[in-house]
């Protein structure tokens, strides 16, 4: 059996540095934004190059808060990739805003910086780019367009912890940035978690009070904030894991060249480019027959997933807002993709096995 990932392999080679640190957290009875969570603030912001980090509870709230500490007219139209894992888009409505779906660029799946333009009205006032799979957003044109029309950017950077965009890394481009830490992340916790990026001293300082209630001190709330603090104990496992993330990410890309290297060309491949560091948070192939292929390495006990099945247009949830639209680059994505394992816990050995039973479907 090989797994499409496995969580508790993942984790085991931290077992013992999270025994011991969780002994001594334990000890010092300080449960909520304390120490854990203040150095692995540091520490995050330091690997990403920027001033701030601010933890939060999980990856949408991330996004929720920082879209709130912009400030913008109620109402706003955010543009926002339509190919996107629907959490990005239900963060700009719980924030009281409209989201504005821009198809992909077939060939990278993030969103394509030609068709921004034709989206943007006088209502726009940001737009939130989604680095998905691993791969950044090619920015030169969106930060272009962006200071053209004087817009925010903001960027989804769940999925990519450690990429790069000509050197620069992911969640540096933007007035802020949010990142999920969901255990099957790259940078992945044992439980939900997120954080935002900033160099924004001001905007870093809002955030703080708007996770804490809209309190900076106990029991005098200045805003009507919200309850988001990244957990302490969560902060721990992260800070333990964050120094191994550079070669999490290398294994990634090993498995990742592999397919690349020998997969036949029946199947539709990752762009490769000199200007893309990318992390292979998943590593997606397309296929026409993509439920027959999944089923095929089912009986091979090979497991797979589908990074999404449903683009966001076509969700229950989002008929009312989205549903006269159509989006049918993004649905030719979702009706074609499929993610293979390159976790962590595999193996080159077992990713040979798998290249093996892909080439012979």
Known sequence: MIPYDCLSKVNEPYTLLFEKRFSQFLNKGWYILGDEVKKFQDDFARYNQMNHCVGVANGLDALIL??????????????????????????????????????????????????????????????MVVHLYGKCCEMDPILSIAEKHGLHIIEDCAQAHGAKYKGRMAGTFG?????????????????????????????????????????????????????????????????????????????????????LSQLKQDFILPVVHPDYHDVYHIFNIRHPKRAALKEYLQKLSIGTEIHYPVPPNKQKAMTHLLGHLEFPISEAIHETTLSLPCSACHTEVAIQQVIDALNAF
């Open 66 to 127: 920082a879209i709130w500490a912009l400030h913008l007219p109620k109402g706003s139209e955010i543009i926002v990739p339509s190919n996107t894992y629907i959490a990005s888009i239900i963060a700009i409505i719980h924030a009281g805003h409209k989201p504005v779906l821009v198809e992909p660029d077939i060939q990278t799946y993030n969103i394509d910086p030609t068709k921004i333009e034709a989206a943007i009205t006088p209502k726009t006032k940001a737009i």
């Open 175 to 259: 007035i802020m940035s949010g990142f999920s830490f969901y255990p099957s992340k790259n940078l992945g916790a044992l439980g939900d978690a997120g954080a935002i990026l900033t160099n924004d001293p001001v905007i870093c300082e809002d955030l703080k009070m708007i996770r804490n209630y809209g309190s900076h001190g106990k029991y005098y709330n200045e805003v009507v904030g919200y309850n988001s603090r990244l957990d302490e104990l969560q902060a721990l496992f992260l800070e333990v894991k964050l120094p191994y993330l550079d070669k999490i990410n290398d294994h990634k890309r090993k498995l990742a060249s592999m397919y």
